[in-house]
């Protein structure tokens, strides 16, 4: 699997997010159906955009585009993207790109101007085929400048050369620098041949935000755990245009919550048994719901990664568990532990499918009620002697000051939990949101 990787100009936003988690669940579904998978993503550090910005910024284009290619792994590694088998470099792959043009050239497909190469589209029948585009519809001067060298307005750029001040590689056409479109074809071939099975990249991603939104929106990621972006992203399928709002990411994060907090409880119930034996058999009513879940699952990523409905189906299985842990009548089931083993084993199956598996529940549920208390403006302290007043309150039977308590940290998205045991917090989709949710449906 090749997958065209970022041009390495500018910090990465949303969509790119978007296009790399998309492909990561992939790989990661074809490495869960049994698949050995080659999966190369290429990094472009030489572009006419990387050119533009270390001119505006003062800095070397090779220095500036190797900067971002760093923030953009440290990126992939917050959003939980397993790591590419090969990630090549243009700068790195001159000598293979140099050769295909070459070769290229020899078998009459393209032509030099000047130190320029060319590739002819008319020499290859199959050109559109892709995108479904006749050769007529491609008319010059909508988007480029008309260049009267061209055999025809469609060929593109193979070799370009070097303006004044710009880098350089050497070449038989003279100094200058590959196009756009050469560089993947050349590092594709080097890693995984002429013909390999499958070609990614994103579309020109259908988001409703301008740039300056987009902007926006990437300031704001810091007070979200990525694996709520993560799973606001796979809510969604991916050729489907999203809306990103702070609706959309509470309700992520809410969810979250809600998924890791209920298999942390479980954790904690099957650890009471640990040294225990558990049985081989579990109650046909659970085999009928994991393999229920299992086939909607494997039915729906393996039909073109529908992952809103895996997440959908996620629902019916964590009932199931909260179930058997809270309520009187799951907590008499006959092979209760069995069952929720069985549960929690499947579920980890799945979100690791998805990229969604922490390494620790309890650290992941801290690191949630840590960014919740970062988008209420408040620490775990204040929250706890607002929890102390309500307790005196309702002592005192000041049911009014009580609920004022409760409503105003349920305003920022703290919610309070009463039980015999005390009164708990969690994160939760501030009150306000939760209204203009209703406002909406």
């Given amino acids: 699997m090749y997958v065209c990787g970022v041009t390495a100009y500018d910090l990465s936003h949303i969509g790119h997010a978007r296009v790399y988690v998309t492909f990561d669940v992939l790989y990661r579904y074809l490495r869960h159906l049994g698949y050995q998978v080659t999966y190369v993503r290429n990094f472009t550090d030489v572009d006419d955009k990387i050119i533009a910005r270390a001119k505006e910024l003062g800095e070397d284009p090779i220095s500036l585009s190797r900067r971002y290619c760093e923030e953009f792994s440290r990126d992939m590694v917050y959003l939980h993207c397993l790591p590419p088998s090969a990630e090549p470099r243009v700068s790195d792959h001159m000598p293979q790109i140099l050769d295909m043009i070459k070769q290229i050239i020899e078998n009459g497909y393209a032509y030099s101007v000047d130190g320029d190469v060319y590739f002819s589209v008319e020499k290859f029948p199959d050109y559109g085929r892709l995108s479904g585009r006749k050769l007529e519809d491609n008319r010059a001067g909508e988007r480029v400048a008309v260049d009267s060298r061209k055999k025809h307005p469609a060929d593109f750029a193979l070799w370009k050369t070097a303006k004044e001040g710009e880098p350089f590689w050497d070449s038989p056409w003279g100094p200058g620098r590959p196009g756009w479109h050469i560089e993947c074809s050349a590092m594709s071939?080097?890693?995984?041949?002429?013909?390999?099975?499958?070609?990614?990249?994103?579309?020109?991603?259908?988001?409703?935000?301008?740039?300056?939104?987009?902007?926006?929106?990437?300031?704001?990621?810091?007070?979200?755990?990525?694996?709520?972006?993560?799973?606001?992203?796979?809510?969604?399928?991916?050729?489907?245009?999203?809306?990103?709002?702070?609706?959309?990411?509470?309700?992520?994060?809410?969810?979250?919550?809600?998924?890791?907090?209920?298999?942390?409880?479980?954790?904690?119930?099957?650890?009471?048994?640990?040294?225990?034996?558990?049985?081989?058999?579990?109650?046909?009513?659970?085999?009928?719901?994991?393999?229920?879940?299992?086939?909607?699952?494997?039915?729906?990523?393996?039909?073109?990664?529908?992952?809103?409905?895996?997440?959908?189906?996620?629902?019916?299985?964590?009932?199931?568990?909260?179930?058997?842990?809270?309520?009187?009548?799951?907590?008499?089931?006959?092979?209760?532990?069995?069952?929720?083993?069985?549960?929690?084993?499947?579920?980890?199956?799945?979100?690791?499918?998805?990229?969604?598996?922490?390494?620790?529940?309890?650290?992941?549920?801290?690191?949630?009620?840590?960014?919740?208390?970062?988008?209420?403006?408040?620490?775990?302290?204040?929250?706890?002697?607002?929890?102390?007043?309500?307790?005196?309150?309702?002592?005192?039977?000041?049911?009014?000051?009580?609920?004022?308590?409760?409503?105003?940290?349920?305003?920022?998205?703290?919610?309070?939990?009463?039980?015999?045991?005390?009164?708990?917090?969690?994160?939760?989709?501030?009150?306000?949101?939760?209204?203009?949710?209703?406002?909406?449906?």
């Fill in 189 to 441: 071939a080097a890693y995984l041949g002429y013909s390999f099975d499958i070609h990614g990249g994103g579309m020109d991603l259908v988001f409703p935000h301008h740039e300056n939104e987009i902007a926006q929106s990437c300031a704001v990621i810091d007070l979200y755990h990525p694996l709520a972006l993560r799973l606001f992203l796979l809510g969604t399928h991916y050729q489907s245009p999203i809306n990103y709002s702070d609706v959309q990411l509470e309700s992520a994060s809410d969810r979250i919550f809600y998924i890791y907090q209920t298999l942390h409880d479980c954790e904690s119930a099957l650890s009471q048994h640990d040294g225990v034996t558990l049985k081989d058999t579990i109650p046909p009513d659970t085999v009928n719901s994991i393999n229920n879940f299992y086939n909607v699952f494997v039915t729906s990523m393996s039909d073109d990664l529908h992952t809103p409905v895996v997440l959908a189906a996620l629902s019916d299985p964590l009932k199931t568990i909260n179930d058997l842990l809270h309520t009187r009548k799951g907590k008499k089931q006959e092979l209760r532990i069995e069952s929720l083993a069985a549960f929690g084993k499947i579920l980890r199956n799945v979100l690791s499918t998805l990229g969604l598996m922490p390494e620790s529940y309890s650290e992941i549920l801290q690191q949630l009620r840590d960014k919740a208390l970062k988008r209420a403006k408040l620490t775990e302290d204040q929250v706890l002697q607002k929890i102390d007043e309500r307790t005196a309150a309702r002592k005192n039977m000041e049911y009014e000051r009580s609920d004022i308590i409760r409503k105003h940290l349920a305003t920022v998205g703290i919610a309070l939990m009463d039980s015999p045991d005390g009164t708990t917090w969690r994160p939760a989709v501030p009150l306000a949101i939760q209204e203009q949710q209703v406002s909406i449906t």
